[in-house]
């Protein structure tokens, strides 16, 4: 009989939980941005594209540089809280553009999308490492499936949060999304920090 162990696991249930949510930050770029830019700005929907290449610039260069020390459990989910800090000030910052006049507004979102990229990297170099180290071994293709069903669900319901979030609510809504983030690199740190398996 098939033993599903990994789904046994409520650390690990809670881990997968906690990555899905911050995994919502992928949208931002694909949902979240377009629409801010196109209802609360002046800026072009053009402008979008711009963000993309940056983001994509800083990916490329930055992502060995920003994943090292990964090996090390605590240095992972540290790098994990990290991560959501930044993201929670890009929201700051993404929220703060509307209003403004079009250029000022223009590189306020090119800011954000330089810290909010921080924040991915770091996030992305911890939640590897935090879904390996928290899985038994010997069912670790079992526990692999699982944690990715918090990134499948945070694509598959993310959108409709996000744009309640954005479009609904605004700036309140940027907030609420970033201070989000934030509590689930907290919870996630101190997750790992009374795991059983790293207990002192």
Known sequence: ?????????????????????????????????????????????????????????????????????????????????????????????????????????ATVLAVGMVVHTLGELYAAAGSWSIGFELAVEKHMGQYQGVYSLGWGLGGTLGPVFITAMVVGLGALGWLVLGATFLASGIVMHALVRRHPKFAD
């Open 1 to 105: 009989p098939i033993s599903f162990v990994a789904f046994k696991d409520w650390r690990f249930l809670a881990a997968t939980i906690l990555n899905g949510v911050v995994s919502l930050h992928f949208l931002i770029q694909g949902v979240a941005l377009p629409l801010w830019i196109l209802h609360s700005t002046e800026v072009p929907t053009w402008w979008v594209s711009v963000l993309f290449v940056i983001n994509t610039v800083l990916v490329t260069v930055l992502q060995i540089r920003m994943s090292r020390g990964t090996g090390d459990i605590m240095v992972s989910v540290k790098k994990f809280r990290l991560g959501t800090a930044y993201l929670l000030a890009s929201c700051l910052i993404y929220s703060s553009s509307a209003g403004l006049p079009l250029w000022f507004s």
